[in-house]
């Protein structure tokens, strides 16, 4: 692939778990959006975590598939985990240069398993995320066993 897969792990982990899953921004002037007027001063709320989980932007959203990120670019303003524009996260660059790194000597020297399943449906009965906590962390406690792999 094009990209490594340390990076299209990272971005799917991003766009179906968003850090931060909205934020705010007010209008420093008149804007106009399609059919509608914006007045100067105004508070827009961006839910990046719709934006996300989208059906009309991302095929079968729900499911975790880094794959996505391999055959092409996502549209812009599509995938905004660190927010677009001039106010986006102005560490973007390294947070995602440290994770790559960090994810991919995490897969080079280690597996890891699942002791106990962990549900993945978002919304649903058994949402692993926390529902009061920003940044998004699990709501419960991930058991997994680690083994380091055999060195050659």
């Not at 914006?38 to 961006?46: A, C, E, P, Q, S």
């Amino acid at each position: 692939p094009r990209h490594g897969f340390s990076q299209i792990l990272l971005k799917e982990s991003l766009r179906k778990y968003s850090v931060v899953p909205l934020v705010t921004r007010r209008t420093v002037s008149l804007l106009d959006v399609g059919d509608c007027q914006i007045d100067k001063g105004f508070t827009l709320i961006i839910n990046i975590q719709a934006l996300h989980h989208s059906p009309k932007v991302w095929p079968n959203p729900m499911r975790f598939d880094p794959h996505r990120f391999i055959s092409k670019t996502p549209e812009p303003y599509t995938f905004i985990p660190f927010i677009e524009g001039p106010r986006n996260c102005i560490g973007q660059h390294l947070a995602l240069l440290e994770s790559k790194i960090v994810v991919a000597l995490l897969a080079q020297r280690y597996i890891f398993l699942s002791v106990e399943g962990v549900g993945t449906e978002i919304g649903g009965p058994e949402d692993p995320r926390h529902p009061y906590v920003v940044p998004i962390i699990p709501n419960k406690k991930i058991k997994v066993k680690v083994r380091r792999r055999y060195q050659a």
